[in-house]
């Protein structure tokens, strides 16, 4: 009977295991505005949005690949994102105003941007949070020139860890963008 038990045992734990590592990733938006009593709750299969990508025809975005336009100016995301990507554990801008601190820096694996505001109680926390593994931005900058790879970000989202990409909080207001 043991081991009966053990192999049953074993055997739920690999379909367990099996069944999570073929897991949907999914996108959620939350977002509260306390002032007008509004609750807005998004979860969208990742899948569905990389289907999305390909669905939308426009100038500026084909086969996944967004044109950013800037009044006839060409901007090489790619190689000014080589440059950035070889500095690790760094502060790459400090704003220090009346209202608030800015900082976006690297830390490891994650690019992070951060707004503090000087009036909030808890001035060591950050209003604006933002998080993105590097891969991510890798993937974005697959393509030449004025273009962002959508298709390429989505797919490598699926593949980072779950966990918070976006929080602000705010008095009246807060937004919070995961993946699980």
């Given amino acids: 009977?043991?081991?009966?038990?053990?192999?049953l045992t074993a055997v739920m734990l690999m379909a367990l295991f099996g069944l999570a590592a073929d897991k949907e990733r999914w996108v959620n938006i939350h977002v509260v505005e306390t002032d007008d009593n509004t609750k807005v709750d998004i979860r969208v299969p990742l899948s569905l949005l990389i289907v999305a990508v390909d669905c939308v025809k426009s100038d500026q975005l084909?086969?996944?690949?967004?044109?950013?336009?800037?009044?006839?100016?060409?901007?090489?995301?790619?190689?000014?994102?080589?440059e950035l990507r070889k500095h690790d554990n760094t502060d790459f801008v400090k704003v220090d105003s009346k209202d608030?601190?800015?900082?976006?820096?690297r830390k490891g694996d994650l690019f992070i941007v951060q707004v503090f505001k000087k009036d909030e109680p808890e001035q060591s926390k950050p209003h604006v949070l933002v998080k993105l593994p590097v891969a991510?931005?890798?993937?974005?900058?697959?393509t030449e020139g004025n273009e962002i790879d959508l298709k390429a970000f989505l797919n490598q989202l699926g593949k980072t860890t779950t966990g918070d990409l976006i929080t602000v909080q705010e008095k009246d207001a807060s937004v919070r963008i995961w993946i699980d």
């Fill in 1 to 7: 009977m043991k081991r009966a038990t053990m192999i």
């Fill in 62 to 82: 084909q086969n996944g690949k967004l044109k950013l336009e800037f009044d006839d100016t060409q901007v090489d995301f790619k190689k000014l994102w080589a």
């Fill in 100 to 105: 608030e601190n800015v900082l976006v820096s």
């Fill in 136 to 142: 991510l931005m890798d993937s974005l900058m697959t």
